[in-house]
């Protein structure tokens, strides 16, 4: 099951004139995927090209574990606009879910090739791969280096990114660097104004002050 850690709340944003859509987003973004999917939908109704509502379908699908019917929606939106990066790396979390890592890492390293690498893609799938609850799954080494790739392109000032590559150093065992990590990224959330993240951080910080992993946390 795909776990709310790993999801990234940070980048997306509405596009003008979907009201509809810009609704969904929001929901989404606040975890509840049901309605989000039920605005995304009737976002399509009138535009059935409409390629980021049918990526949005399917992600949010996809945090249903949904996996058949997102793959679906992502699929098409990649076929409507095989240029755009969200779906592709959405269509990437949905191969590591499914234990198809040789084809999921295979978008995400010609993603990490384009000129202006998608950083909310990058850091979900790091996230994931960090966090996944399946061990066939998780694979916190390939994770740290996805973090790291995202600090290098946010110059370490991204709290997402530091949050995240926390949470695959404390897989590792790597408590010291955890706590180090986490904790500048709750500075960073803090002078941001961003509570909930904040709180989050704060939560993660905890467990690695105990030398526990947040896949130990039920």
Same mark, same amino acid.
């Given at each position: 099951m795909l776990r709310r850690f790993g999801r990234t709340r940070w980048r997306k944003t509405p596009i003008a004139g979907s009201p509809i859509h810009n609704l969904g987003v929001v929901l989404q973004a606040q975890g509840h995927f049901s309605e989000a999917e =039920?605005? %995304?939908?009737? =976002?399509?109704?009138?535009?059935?090209?409409?390629?980021? =509502?049918? +990526? +949005?379908? #399917?992600?949010?699908?996809?945090?249903?574990?949904? %996996?058949?019917? /997102?793959?679906?929606?992502?699929?098409?939106?990649?076929?409507?606009?095989? #240029? &755009? /990066?969200?779906?592709?790396? +959405? @269509?990437?979390?949905?191969? /590591?879910?499914?234990? @198809? @890592?040789?084809?999921? &890492?295979?978008?995400?390293?010609? #993603?990490? /090739?384009?000129?202006?690498?998608?950083?909310? #893609?990058?850091?979900? %799938? =790091?996230?994931f791969l960090a966090t996944a609850d399946d061990s066939d799954v998780r694979d916190p080494q390939t994770a740290e280096l996805l973090a790291r790739r995202g600090c290098e392109l946010t110059h370490y000032f991204n709290p997402y990114f530091l949050d995240t590559l926390a949470a695959a150093c404390a897989a590792q065992g790597c408590y010291l660097e955890a706590r180090q990590l986490a904790s500048r990224a709750l500075t960073i959330a803090s002078s941001l104004e961003n509570d909930e993240l904040e709180r989050e951080i704060a939560s993660r910080l905890k467990l690695y002050g105990s030398n526990k992993a947040y896949a130990d946390h039920s």
């Open positions: =039920a605005h %995304f939908r009737s =976002a399509l109704q009138p535009r059935p090209d409409y390629y980021e =509502a049918e +990526n +949005n379908l #399917g992600e949010s699908l996809l945090m249903q574990d949904r %996996f058949n019917e /997102a793959e679906e929606h992502i699929d098409r939106s990649i076929a409507l606009n095989p #240029g &755009y /990066a969200a779906s592709r790396w +959405n @269509k990437a979390l949905l191969y /590591a879910h499914q234990r @198809k @890592k040789e084809e999921a &890492y295979a978008i995400v390293q010609d #993603g990490l /090739a384009q000129s202006s690498v998608y950083l909310d #893609g990058l850091n979900t %799938f =790091a996230r």
